[in-house]
């Protein structure tokens, strides 16, 4: 089992007439991130995330549009269709 990285404490800071947070240049260089991020508002939290993979998970895969388990068996729907 991958041990989860320890959780950071980033001070929020005025930038401009908003407010945000440093993150440090590691960790950016680790998720890919450059421009820009996606934040995803989860029930448990906030989640940025970098937009360099768009996939769907699996999770979201078997949810997407015409896909569905009939009689014990997936039928996908077709990406060209």
Same mark, same amino acid.
């Given at each position: 089992?991958?041990?989860?990285?320890p959780?950071? *404490?980033?001070? +929020?800071?005025?930038?401009? %007439?908003?407010?945000? +947070?440093?993150?440090?240049?590691a960790?950016? %260089?680790?998720?890919?991130?450059? *421009?820009?991020?996606?934040?995803?508002?989860?029930?448990?939290?906030?989640?940025?995330?970098?937009?360099? *993979?768009?996939?769907?998970?699996?999770?979201?895969?078997?949810?997407?549009?015409? %896909?569905?388990?009939?009689?014990?068996?997936?039928?996908?729907?077709?990406?060209t269709?």
């Amino acid at each position: 089992m991958q041990e989860k990285p320890p959780a950071r *404490d980033l001070k +929020v800071v005025s930038i401009g %007439n908003s407010r945000g +947070v440093r993150l440090p240049t590691a960790v950016l %260089n680790k998720y890919a991130i450059t *421009d820009t991020v996606v934040l995803e508002e989860r029930e448990e939290g906030i989640l940025l995330r970098s937009r360099r *993979d768009e996939r769907l998970s699996w999770e979201e895969t078997y949810r997407w549009p015409g %896909n569905a388990k009939i009689g014990g068996t997936w039928r996908w729907r077709s990406a060209t269709a």
